[in-house]
């Protein structure tokens, strides 16, 4: 059994280098063993802007529903370097579509403290992390600015209903969503990272008034395959999205000391646990329009903790009661 073991855990950090053939042409995809078929997806779509979802991959040896579980290792299969697939799949050039398809109401979940730790600082989920700094490069829309700290956001249900209809994608926006950008850009360089392909990301933003607003920059826009996969023992496989990226990127303007990222999903933050803050989830916004105040409030949040040199140490789950202790020793001062 030690012999097995032994062979196992050589494959899972072994670099495949496979060979796709996709409308008539082949592309050269590098992976990991202790990679997962959702990633072998990811990087496929990076060479062809064929999303993962629009992705059928065929191999003689295998059924097609191996290859359709995007939670299986490609250590459990049996591949090695030189392997041809094949994949059938069409390009969204002409329809731009949210490449997401969950139900309305997302299983988000908190995981226990030591199991949090153990993704953050689990070996294999850092080789990912380094590899996925390798093979994606943020292009900045705005340079980054001297002595400014960071704020990511997340787009679906942190700053548009997505799952909503609309004659006018400006229906569905975040109550205060320029307001709250002006105020923050004062402090924060803004990068936007959802899970979505960049041509989502792009349009909404732009529908929204975001990309061309002239009270405020946008840095950056991220997407899907920023994200990299990890494992849980209690939840399995998910996408996170890890903030080392960026600081990977640009060391010299952002690190764990002064980045804060908003997003409704706490499973996002798992490598990255001290700078996320849950942010209420805008649903339903034809009837919670007129009643969300969630960015008016974290306004005064962002704005107070910009004083601080290291937010590391915040605790963001309380970033309510910051604000409140902040109002009230300023009435004082």
Wanted: charged share 25%; net charge negative; proline share 4%.
């Amino acid at each position: 059994m030690a012999g097995v073991s032994s062979s196992s855990s050589t494959m899972a950090e072994e670099e495949l280098t496979l060979t796709v053939k996709w409308s008539g042409k082949e592309y050269t995809v590098r992976v990991c063993g202790d990679d997962t078929v959702g990633e072998l997806k990811r990087r496929i779509c990076q060479l062809t802007t064929v999303l993962p979802k629009r992705q059928k991959l065929l191999y003689p040896k295998l059924l097609p529903s191996k290859l359709a579980d995007d939670a299986v290792l490609l250590s459990s299969l049996p591949f090695k370097s030189s392997v041809k697939l094949t994949m059938i799949g069409s390009m969204e050039d002409d329809i731009i579509v949210d490449p997401v398809d969950s139900p309305d109401i997302v299983d988000d979940f908190e995981l226990g403290q030591d199991e949090a730790v153990d993704i953050k600082d689990n070996h294999i989920n850092n080789q990912k992390l380094r590899r996925r700094i390798d093979h994606y490069k943020i292009e900045l829309k705005n340079p980054c600015r001297q002595g400014k700290k960071l704020l990511v956001l997340d787009i679906d249900y942190t700053l548009f209903d997505h799952r909503s209809t609309a004659e006018n994608p400006l229906q569905l926006m975040r109550p205060y969503l320029h307001e709250f950008l002006t105020a923050a850009y004062a402090e924060y360089d803004i990068m936007i990272w959802s899970a979505t392909s960049i041509k989502w990301v792009e349009l909404k933003m732009g529908q929204l008034g975001v990309l061309n607003n002239p009270n405020y920059k946008i840095t950056a826009l991220l997407d899907h395959l920023a994200m990299i996969t990890v494992q849980s023992y209690s939840r399995g496989i998910f996408d996170c999205k890890p903030l080392g990226l960026i600081w990977a990127q640009f060391p010299e303007f952002y690190s764990s000391k002064n980045t804060i990222m908003f997003d409704d999903l706490r499973r996002n933050f798992v490598m990255n646990p001290q700078n996320g803050l849950i942010i209420k989830p805008f649903r339903k916004a034809h009837s919670s329009r007129n009643s969300d105040q969630e960015l008016i409030k974290l306004t005064s949040y962002l704005l107070a903790i910009a004083e601080l040199d290291d937010l590391s140490a915040l605790d963001h789950n309380s970033w309510q009661s910051f604000t409140e202790d902040n109002v009230k020793r300023r009435r004082h001062e």
